[in-house]
């Protein structure tokens, strides 16, 4: 990861509609709360910083350089007691207790061997990777990881005092919420939406990602008909390139 960049991860929760159903696919976003650092009051996908317990977790379980997998789940878990990536009895219930435990401080390796849980690591597939070249008072360096949503009904519970809401929403309903001002979203997160809005189910949002290059994303200013913008490069399965600058990174 970056050398000037804290690293992070984060997790596209997949919901697919039931067949038949009419509806459209989901994915798992929440509000950041207006009195956060970074991104206040925008939508994001749940995910934040690896920590040291997090790589002592891949460690121990022999897969060193999975620590950004860890957190992914972590943080999910921590900001919507929703809970991907497990295998093991899991239910909203539970949900909530280790959203609690984690939020009280507890270990999360501890949280998983008392509730008989394993963490299945390779039901998450990286989709993409972000960081900015520009001056931010927090620059992280992200690995964004997509999975499947748990089997059953999850209304998320947002996490207090980090999160204003949670929801599952359909990524081209969300992309209209930010476009008619009914919700904000800084530059990766509407790029990544409209990226996600073009697959009607998770197969193909998978076979998207695994057919690019987990490259790092690095955006950089251009002029575009004289005026800048912010530019991300091509051929990485994203529709928009590029949105002015004035309105890229205002949340």
């Not at 997998?69 to 239910?91: H, K, N």
């Not at 993409?128 to 990881?145: C, L, Y």
């Not at 519970?157 to 919700?183: D, H, M, V």
């Not at 197969?203 to 008909?225: K, M, N, Q, Y």
């Amino acid at each position: 990861m970056g050398d000037d960049a804290i690293p992070a991860a984060t997790l596209v929760v997949w919901r697919d509609s039931a067949p038949g159903s009419g509806n459209k696919p989901e994915i798992l976003v929440v509000e950041r709360s207006a009195r956060m650092a970074f991104a206040a009051g925008a939508v994001v996908f749940p995910g934040g910083r690896i920590d040291p317990a997090d790589r002592g977790l891949a460690k121990a379980l022999g897969r060193p350089d999975d620590s950004a997998r860890i957190t992914a789940v972590r943080e999910t878990i921590e900001e919507t007691a929703v809970v991907p990536g497990l295998a093991g009895a899991v239910d909203l219930d539970l949900g909530l207790e280790l959203q609690r435990a984690l939020l009280d401080g507890a270990e999360f390796a501890q949280l998983l061997d008392r509730h008989d849980l394993t963490l299945d690591l390779d039901a998450l597939t990286p989709f993409a990777r972000w960081m900015p070249a520009f001056k931010h008072p927090r620059k992280f360096d992200t690995i964004f990881f997509l999975a499947r949503a748990p089997v059953g009904e999850w209304p998320p519970n947002p996490q207090p005092g980090e999160c204003e809401a949670a929801e599952w929403a359909n990524p081209s309903e969300l992309l209209e919420r930010i476009a008619n001002g009914s919700a904000s979203a800084i530059f990766p997160t509407k790029r990544n939406l409209e990226r996600l809005a073009q697959h009607a189910d998770l197969t193909s949002a998978l076979a998207d990602a695994r057919g690019h290059t987990l490259d790092t994303i690095i955006p950089w200013i251009e002029d575009v008909d004289g005026e800048p913008h912010v530019r991300i490069p091509e051929n990485r399965g994203y529709p928009v390139l590029s949105e002015p600058l004035a309105t890229a990174f205002r949340a």
